[in-house]
T-cell receptor, first 116, second 117 residues
Framework: DAGVTQSPTHLIKTRGQQVTLRCSPKSGHDTVSWYQQALGQGPQFIFQYYEEEERQRGNFPDRFSGHQFPNYSSELNVNALLLGDSALYLC???????????????FGEGSRLTVL | AQSVSQHNHHVILSEAASLELGCNYSYGGTVNLFWYVQYPGQHLQLLLKYFSGDPLVKGIKGFEAEFIKSKFSFNLRKPSVQWSDTAEYFCAVNAPLGAGNNRKLIWGLGTSLAVNP
């Protein structure tokens, strides 16, 4: 049973560029959440997707956008990259029970983004 | 506003010492409670969870946590820590987000535990 898989694992971009990160959820999971984790910090919630719609959003600018596909996989897009966007981006999948997200998350290994 | 407070930001222990990490939350309704752990260089993973039932829950690697509703607390404990328990520990609370079925996972800032051999 595959867990949460993310790609790419590492990438380097320059300021102003755009990046797309990808996530495949754990088998049987229908909800994908994205987090940003700066070095030495806790995870910061970006947004959550369920049924191909953004359901919740944290305090991140519109430069951060996402998408969920019919197979539940998801993408995180960041436009006009800033140096401060350098971080580990974590994808977490979960399964809603009765339409409600329980909070039990399974995390991927993350995508390490470096912006120069 | 809903919040989660972890009392200790950095904890240093010697092997075989007992551990208790505090976690308090501010929401008064029904919540799901979690401790997540991040070992050095590894991804976040679930340590233990509480949804309902016995307020004393047991997780992986000998960890346990007790939900005390009257104190809005969910403290993490381990009787005897090992060097391999060195990690970041995050408390998280899943609370209702307005009306309907949507719930929001609120994270504490984390506690860095270093266990000296």
């Amino acid at each position: 049973d595959a867990g949460v898989t993310q790609s790419p694992t590492h990438l380097i971009k320059t300021r102003g560029q755009q990046v797309t990160l990808r996530c495949s959820p754990k088998s049987g999971h229908d909800t994908v959440s994205w987090y940003q984790q700066a070095l030495g910090q806790g995870p910061q919630f970006i947004f959550q997707y369920y049924e191909e719609e953004e359901r919740q959003r944290g305090n991140f600018p519109d430069r951060f956008s996402g998408h969920q596909f019919p197979n539940y996989s998801s993408e995180l897009n960041v436009n006009a990259l800033l140096l401060g966007d350098s971080a580990l981006y974590l994808c977490a999948s979960s399964r809603r029970i009765g339409g409600s997200n329980t909070g039990e998350l399974f995390f991927g290994e993350g995508s390490r983004l470096t912006v120069l | 506003a809903q919040s989660v407070s972890q009392h200790n930001h950095h904890v240093i222990l010697s092997e075989a010492a007992s551990l208790e990490l505090g976690c308090n939350y501010s929401y008064g309704g029904t919540v799901n409670l979690f401790w997540y752990v991040q070992y050095p260089g590894q991804h976040l993973q679930l340590l233990l969870k509480y949804f309902s039932g016995d307020p004393l829950v047991k997780g992986i690697k000998g960890f346990e946590a007790e939900f005390i509703k009257s104190k809005f607390s969910f403290n993490l404990r381990k009787p005897s820590v090992q060097w391999s328990d060195t990690a970041e520990y995050f408390c998280a609370v899943n609370a209702p987000l307005g009306a309907g079925n949507n719930r929001k996972l609120i994270w504490g800032l984390g506690t860095s535990l270093a266990v000296n051999p």
